[in-house]
């Protein structure tokens, strides 16, 4: 669930303002992505590689655990 957001003037890439109240809306002219806050597309990144470690810890996990089960550890 989002909170209602102001009603804020965003610009475009491409030059064309608009107003938003969305996080994420998207450009009438061009179709890109504009973002209400400027920092989101950073913090998508960020979660991006957030996401890709708890991933390979939990694979990691997994497959330790998975070895040792079989008494066979990797390191040996
Ligand atoms: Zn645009």
């Given at each position: 669930?989002?909170?209602?957001?102001?009603?804020?003037?965003?610009?475009?890439?491409?030059?064309?303002?608009?107003?938003?109240?969305?996080?994420?809306s998207w450009c009438?002219?061009?179709?890109?992505?504009?973002?209400?806050?400027?920092?989101?597309?950073?913090?998508?990144?960020?979660?991006?590689?957030?996401?890709?470690?708890?991933?390979?810890?939990?694979?990691?996990?997994?497959?330790?655990?998975?070895?040792?089960?079989?008494?066979?550890?990797?390191?040996?």
């Amino acid at each position: 669930m989002q909170n209602p957001l102001p009603e804020k003037e965003v610009t475009c890439k491409c030059g064309h303002s608009f107003i938003t109240r969305k996080e994420k809306s998207w450009c009438e002219k061009c179709c890109r992505g504009v973002f209400y806050h400027r920092k989101d597309r950073r913090f998508d990144v960020f979660q991006k590689y957030y996401t890709l470690t708890m991933i390979l810890v939990i694979l990691g996990f997994i497959i330790f655990t998975f070895v040792g089960f079989f008494g066979k550890p990797l390191f040996s």
